[in-house]
């Protein structure tokens, strides 16, 4: 199986400076059928004292939310984790065939985290 860190800096030269967050996010919520899209920047540090693993301390200090108002399912997880083998490059309507998609979120952080279907996923 092929190195996920590898894949990634990869498929992110491949793509340059035009990966950009807001466009790809954008495109994933058209492509989802969402009906709204939001992006909220929280620049707070929380504590550590309380948290659910201590692995995840680092991950306190400021988070950009994006929060959709389209379900996902269980099929669409998985697929987020699949670098590169988007399933939306063979649909020639979908408006977002072309992009990095959830994966340009490596460009700003090490650990995304999708608080989807009542469970916290991250990837890392």
């Known amino acids: 199986e092929a190195d996920l860190v590898s894949q990634v800096m990869q498929l992110l030269q491949e793509y340059g400076d035009s990966a950009d967050l807001v466009k790809e996010f954008v495109q994933n919520a058209d492509d989802a059928g969402a009906e709204s ?4 920047i929280q620049d707070e540090n929380h504590g550590s004292e309380r948290i659910v693993d201590p692995r995840t301390a680092p991950l306190q200090g400021p988070a950009l939310y994006i929060c959709c108002d389209n379900a996902l399912t269980s099929e669409d997880i998985v697929r987020m984790q699949n670098v590169g083998r988007s399933k939306k490059r063979l649909d020639f309507s979908s408006s977002g065939r072309f992009g990095v998609g959830m994966n340009v979120m490596y460009r700003y952080c090490d650990c995304p985290q999708l608080l989807a ?6 990837f890392d």
């Not at 279907?117 to 991250?122: E, G, P, Y």
């Open 37 to 40: 899209l939001a992006f909220f």
């Open 117 to 122: 279907n009542q469970r916290l996923h991250f």
